[in-house]
T-cell receptor
Framework: DTAVSQTPKYLVTQMGNDKSIKCEQN?????MYWYKQDSKKFLKIMFS???????INETVPNRFSPKSPDKAHLNLHINSLELGDSAVYFC?????????????????FGPGTRLTVT | GQNIDQPTEMTATEGAIVQINCTYQ??????LFWYQQHAGEAPTFLSY????GLEEKGRFSSFLSRSKGYSYLLLKELQMKDSASYLC????????FGSGTQLTVLP
């Protein structure tokens, strides 16, 4: 069974379109994340949700809107796609955010969604 | 905020030992993590340190000095499959990743 799954794995679309990426985790974790990894391989956090509540919202254009229907799901919707949005987007989950036990920070990543905007 | 530095690239020979360094400056510290990421795949957890010293896990070991803001990942008996990017990450209020060190293992 896949611990953290994302769909789709590949997404090719044109500028200006709206698209969504779905993420699900079956680990029973409380916290889920979205990361963007650009062509230079730098992994940067975008959002974090803890028990369906938005905790971290880094400097990300408001064209990006996360939605968490329940704590096992965190979807990412992107409006008006731009060329610079092309990247690999990873979903991840962990037990607890801001926990004092380091092991709670261990994150499990989904396989990634390669988004290409043309 | 967090600032994490690690070398961009390293090359080593199969069977050798390689040490990947990571220095960090952080406003909060709950532990330091190392992740491995093969090309086209997701990062996977390797190790974490919360106290100073060496943590050994098979061929991989990780060291931490909190006073120096310094960690390293030591890979022994290198294998071709160890060619990957190695990401240092610091847990403060959230997990912040370095830009990764691309390790190439040559035959």
């Amino acid at each position: 069974d896949t611990a953290v799954s994302q769909t789709p794995k590949y997404l090719v679309t044109q500028m200006g379109n709206d698209k969504s990426i779905k993420c699900e985790q079956n680990l029973g974790h409380d916290t889920m994340y979205w990361y963007k990894q650009d062509s230079k391989k730098f992994l940067k956090i975008m959002f974090s949700y803890n028990n369906k509540e938005l905790i971290i919202n880094e400097t990300v254009p408001n064209r990006f809107s996360p939605k968490s229907p329940d704590k096992a799901h965190l979807n990412l919707h992107i409006n008006s796609l731009e060329l610079g949005d092309s990247a690999v987007y990873f979903c991840a989950s962990s037990q607890l955010l801001r926990a004092t036990r380091p092991s709670s920070h261990e994150q499990y990543f989904g396989p990634g969604t390669r988004l290409t905007v043309t | 905020g967090q600032n994490i530095d690690q070398p961009t690239e390293m090359t080593a020979t199969e069977g050798a030992i390689v040490q990947i360094n990571c220095t960090y400056q952080t406003s909060g510290f709950n532990g330091l993590f190392w992740y491995q990421q093969h090309a086209g795949e997701a990062p996977t957890f390797l190790s974490y340190n919360v106290l100073d010293g060496l943590e050994e896990k098979g061929r991989f070991s990780s060291f931490l000095s909190r006073s120096k803001g310094y960690s390293y990942l030591l890979l022994k008996e290198l294998q071709m499959k160890d060619s990957a990017s190695y990401l240092c990450a610091v847990a403060g209020g959230q997990l912040t990743f370095g830009s990764g060190t691309q390790l190439t293992v040559l035959p």
